[in-house]
């Protein structure tokens, strides 16, 4: 049973040390600066990486485009957070499909793609920087970004 009022959205993808909390980041940011007051966490469908901070190249990323993301702990989806939050936004197909696999009967959160908010970008997956070159967290976050201000538009009405 939720006892809050704002609006909460949970980002996810595999191992909540990359896209996720690069998500999560991206959207703390646009809220804030947004004035508006959101519940705003990750998670992963995978439990490998569960109470680490993000990937340094991901810290690094966000520390570049000014957001502090260090301080974040991975965590591993679970199926009460199909009613503790709004909407559950995955990263990739697989994502979405490994999160449809655990859903409750009385789930009452949305569950989409990020870039599914993202005109022109809907169905696509975000850009997975994790066996790639330090350019792609470059990348990852200018999709995520797209998404947080999606998200902040959207809250706006
Ligand atoms: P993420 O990236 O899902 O964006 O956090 C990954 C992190 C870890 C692994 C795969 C993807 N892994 O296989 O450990």
Redesign the pocket.
């Known amino acids: 049973m939720r006892e809050d009022s704002q609006i909460a959205i949970l980002f996810l993808?595999?191992?909540?040390?990359?896209?996720?909390?690069?998500a999560e980041g991206a959207a703390r940011a646009a809220f804030a600066e947004a004035g508006i007051d959101a519940r705003l966490d990750s998670a992963?469908t995978?439990d490998?990486?569960v109470g680490h901070a993000?990937?340094p190249r991901?810290q690094a990323e966000a520390r570049r485009r000014g957001a502090d993301i260090s301080d974040l702990r991975?965590r591993q989806l679970r199926r009460s957070d199909f009613t503790d939050f709004d909407l559950i936004l995955a990263?990739d197909e697989t994502?979405l499909r490994d999160a449809l696999a655990i859903r409750p009967p009385d789930a009452t959160a949305d569950l989409k793609l990020m870039l599914d908010l993202v005109p022109g970008r809907e169905g696509e997956s975000?850009t997975?920087?994790?066996?790639g070159a330090d350019e792609g967290f470059g990348a990852?976050w200018d999709d995520v970004g797209a998404v947080a201000a999606a998200l902040v538009a959207s809250a706006r009405g």
């Not at 997975?128 to 066996?131: H, L, R, S, T, V």
């Open positions: 993808c595999l191992g909540n040390i990359c896209r996720s909390p690069l992963g995978g490998w990486h993000p990937d991901a991975a990263a994502n975000v997975d920087p994790y066996y990852t």
